[in-house]
């Protein structure tokens, strides 16, 4: 009805969109800033001291090979204690996270958003602290990591949800594509603030992110807007009517599949109504596994992050160890990897968008990655131009998937046409897969930890690995659209000849 539209809205809703995308990058660009630092940290943590001079007020004597080293780090059991250490934050984050979904759903995203980045922000801080207050004992170390992990899991869901409530599906891989970057983005600017101060008082390397991630929850607080009928606007329509029409004979269909209109209200500005909206019922944990398509891509995620989180914890240790650079370099070179996932991830949205196949997609990145992976460990290292051109190439076909999953298909599946339009589901899906992916991103650095003793070649093989099984773990929802497509051009053909 005209009743209640204000001239000119129109525009105003496009500036509202845009914004709420802008802020929500921003606010998961310091989520991971805070989770950065630790993996730079680590070469710092444990180092050869024989190749470094002993200051002159140095009180350790003069046989003792540690004396440069963090206790409790300085130990040949390091690499499993700094697992340790990573794994605290991991478990709490992958437990977390399927509850932090339920209650995304139920408390305001606002106030949601704005306490978990504040909480955040201290335990950031709290680490670095421990250099500052001279802090040696493992358990505090651990005790932080854990309350950061749980507090971390306030961020996906919430942002997720927030960007599905103001944007419909039309060009949905190519624009959460381009917002997914804010991972890579966060990545690159942990590793670079923690990478100023390593050498000197590794402390300050997350206090300063931890002052950033705090100051942005203020900012969140003041200006997340959280439902577009919250300034007058109507909420985007997930589903056409036509799409819906045509998507009844199969429901198995993935939102994103071959049959969906592509036509949507994320390229027509939404319309302004004063009107409130009955909201719908959040949905069960159970219901939203029965969503097709939320159980597979739920457990390829898993295999996915378990090869992309360990890259994320210990890529700089490992191009420490074998091409001998000092911490700092190490840092800043191991942010190649995420300068590759920001082209994969807008990469893989924008191909899943032109062939609207998203586990396809997903599929054959997988499938590449594998040699690529293999081909890093063994010549990635004989040259500073091979590293470069490897790390790029990995980043991009391992964290394009992981990318897709997390965005598009976590958002194509919360406003699935089975819901029929509920799209309260979507902060559940999204932490259901999430979550799962969770368990793996816990998995993957533990194992790294407990098999780097053996060789690095072992960890390469384990991600190698894991990457088949996330791949193989596609191969039904592949194979049905690869059936879509066949029906859609079969129809193709029939207008034709009409």
Same mark, same amino acid.
């Given at each position: ?367 590449? +990655? *594998?040699?690529?992976?293999? !081909?890093?460990?063994? #010549?990635?290292?004989? =040259?500073?131009? @091979?590293?470069?051109? %490897? $790390? &790029? ?47 793996? +991103? *816990?998995?993957?650095?533990? !194992?790294?930890?407990? #098999?780097?003793?053996? =060789?690095?070649? @072992?960890?390469?093989? %384990? $991600? &190698? ?34």
């Amino acid at each position: 009805s005209g009743e209640g539209q204000w001239p000119g809205m129109p525009a105003f809703s496009c500036r509202f969109r845009g914004f709420i995308l802008l802020l929500t990058f921003f606010i998961y660009t310091c989520y991971h800033m805070s989770r950065k630092p630790i993996s730079v940290v680590k070469s710092r943590l444990h180092q050869n001291c024989s190749e470094l001079i002993k200051p002159i007020n140095d009180s350790h004597s003069l046989n003792d090979t540690t004396w440069c080293d963090w206790a409790p780090f300085d130990k040949n059991n390091y690499k499993e204690l700094l697992g340790a250490v990573d794994n605290a934050f991991l478990v709490a984050y992958a437990i977390g996270m399927f509850i932090s979904g339920i209650f995304g759903e139920r408390l305001p995203l606002r106030y949601y958003l704005s306490a978990g980045m504040l909480l955040s922000g201290l335990f950031t801080s709290l680490f670095g602290l421990g250099y500052f207050w001279n802090i040696h004992m493992l358990w505090y170390f651990v005790l932080i990591q854990i309350c950061n992990g749980l507090v971390q899991t306030t961020g996906w869901p919430s942002v997720v949800t927030c960007v599905g409530n103001w944007f419909g599906k039309g060009k949905r891989g190519l624009i959460m594509g381009i917002w997914n970057s804010h991972t890579s983005v966060g990545n690159i600017l942990g590793s670079l603030i923690a990478g100023i101060w390593v050498n000197e008082q590794w402390g300050l390397s997350f206090v300063v992110p931890g002052i950033i991630t705090a100051a942005m929850g203020v900012i969140t607080f003041l200006f997340l807007i959280e439902y577009p009928e919250d300034v007058d606007c109507t909420p985007p329509q997930h589903h056409t009517s036509d799409g819906l029409e045509e998507n009844q004979h199969n429901p198995e269909d993935l939102g994103s599949g071959p049959y969906t209109n592509k036509e949507s209200s994320l390229e027509t500005p939404a319309r302004c109504s004063k009107e409130p909206s009955a909201q719908p019922a959040a949905i069960s944990f159970l219901g939203a596994l029965r969503i097709p398509g939320v159980v597979e891509f739920s457990l390829c995620l898993l295999f996915a992050k378990l090869v992309s989180y360990t890259f994320l914890y210990w890529l700089p240790l490992y191009i420490f160890n074998v091409a001998h650079f000092n911490a700092k370099q190490a840092g800043d070179l191991s942010t190649l990897f995420d300068v590759g996932g920001i082209m994969g991830g807008i990469m893989a949205g924008l191909i899943s968008d032109y062939t609207n196949g998203r586990a396809t997609t997903c599929c054959i990145m997988l499938i590449l +990655a *594998a040699p690529m992976m293999f !081909l890093y460990n063994f #010549i990635g290292q004989s =040259g500073i131009i @091979n590293s470069i051109v %490897m $790390l &790029i190439i990995c980043g991009a076909l391992v964290n394009g998937p992981y990318a897709l999953i997390t965005t598009a298909v976590s958002a194509d599946l919360g406003t699935h046409q089975s819901l029929k339009g509920n799209a309260k589901a979507l902060s559940t899906v999204t932490a259901i897969i999430d979550g799962t992916g969770s368990i793996g +991103a *816990a998995l993957g650095p533990l !194992l790294a930890g407990l #098999i780097s003793p053996t =060789g690095w070649n @072992n960890v390469f093989y %384990m $991600l &190698i690995s894991a990457d088949i099984l996330a791949c193989l773990l596609l191969c039904r929802l592949v194979y049905k659209e690869i059936l879509a497509w066949k029906s859609s051009l079969g129809r193709d053909r029939g207008y034709k000849e009409i």
